[in-house]
């Protein structure tokens, strides 16, 4: 009798996608999307599709890389600040509030054209091998979005540490576990595993957060549709477009996701 009720739900929950009001509002959609098909130019589309293309890889290589490096990142700022010792809980907190507590425009900018001007007026710099990198703007935009990925995901992390049953770490060390060992056997996948869903929505938000860099002229998709903008001066069809580019990829996003935390075991 128990598994009954399961099969029931699946069964609803496909046949729930079937209500008239579903159905209405797929209708409604569809319309809408016909309507902007054959009513609005898209003429432009086909000079600008390489442009396009390549806006979109620039985009999700500034945000995967600067998550994944901040990931790194945040996990030692939320360790830190639960293990210690202090002087170094007390830097990881401060940093962490600062970071959340200002804009991530004005981070960028102070990075850019605040350190990059510095960097730009010693000769031993402007002779070395990093002077073509630091010359140029992605650098800044990386290391920005770094920045305060890593920020936020530390303030996450310390929770989710925190969060871990202390009786589970005393079973491994009674089993003769290292510090090491435990905190990588299981530490670290069960405070992950409580932090994917939030993951998920900060991560959301860091793929939103790009666009940013295209104010220091790192030509992003969205660096991309500003360009069409002045070029056709045309205002509804690119940002349309670019609302349809970040709404696919934030639906790509979430359903990666959701895939893991549906495979993740959760205790009943």
Known sequence: ?????????????????LMPHRIVLALIFAGLIVLVATTMRWDWLVDYQGQLIAGVGRSLAMLFSSAFV??????????????????????????????????????????????????????????????????????????????????????????????????????????????STMFRRIWLPRAVQRVLPTLNGETVLQLKSTPLVATITVVDVYGVISKVRQNTFLTYEPLLLLALIYLVLTAILVAVFRYFENRIPVKT
């Open 1 to 17: 009798m128990a598994d009954a009720v399961p099969n029931t739900d699946k069964r609803n929950g496909g046949a729930s996608w």
């Open 70 to 179: 901040g990931m790194i990142f945040a996990i030692g700022l939320g360790l830190v600040q639960v293990t210690g010792p202090k002087p170094l809980a007390w830097l990881a907190s401060g940093f962490c509030g600062i970071i959340r507590g200002t804009p991530l425009l004005l981070q960028l900018w102070l990075l850019y054209y605040g350190l990059g001007s510095i960097f730009a007026q010693y000769p031993e710099i402007k002779s070395s091998f990093l002077w073509p990198y630091l010359r140029q703007a992605w650098p800044y935009g990386f290391l920005s979005l770094m920045i305060s990925f890593a920020a936020y995901e530390g303030e996450v992390m310390r929770g989710a540490f925190k969060g871990v049953p202390r009786g589970e770490l005393e079973a491994a060390k009674a089993y003769g576990m290292g510090r």
